[in-house]
């Protein structure tokens, strides 16, 4: 539901003011899913305190930033896998994921 969101953000979605904040983060998150931020990062570029870019985003999303951030990556690693071009270890290691065993256990979450 959050992805389908994002992507219709940019045309028709405007979230609840209270969540408006935290915008740049779900960005950033979408656009760089690769990268391994860390939490102050994304709570500076949206100019909140750490914990209130937690509990807002959970609220918004139903989940942590690292979890929506997985679950991109594993998104993203199923198309790969999907595609015939990549191998799982290597679309794994393009999404973002370093350790298989951690790769394995988000597939299965998801």
């Known amino acids: 539901d959050i992805l389908y969101r994002m992507q219709q953000e940019h045309r028709s979605y405007v979230p609840d003011e209270k969540y ?13 899913f690769r990268e391994n931020k860390k939490i102050s990062y994304y709570a ?4 909140m305190s750490e914990s209130n870019l937690r509990l807002l985003f959970k609220e918004f999303t139903g989940s942590s930033l690292i979890e929506y951030r997985n679950r991109i990556r594993i998104t993203e690693a199923r198309k790969l896998i ?15 994921f370093n350790n298989m065993s951690f790769f394995y ?4 979450a998801y």
């Open 82 to 96: 999907d595609s015939g071009e990549f191998s799982v270890a290597e679309a794994a290691y393009l999404v973002g």
């Open 20 to 32: 408006a904040r935290i915008l740049p983060a779900l960005r950033k998150i979408r656009e760089n």
């Open 105 to 108: 256990e988000q597939m299965r």
């Open 44 to 47: 500076q570029l949206c100019h």
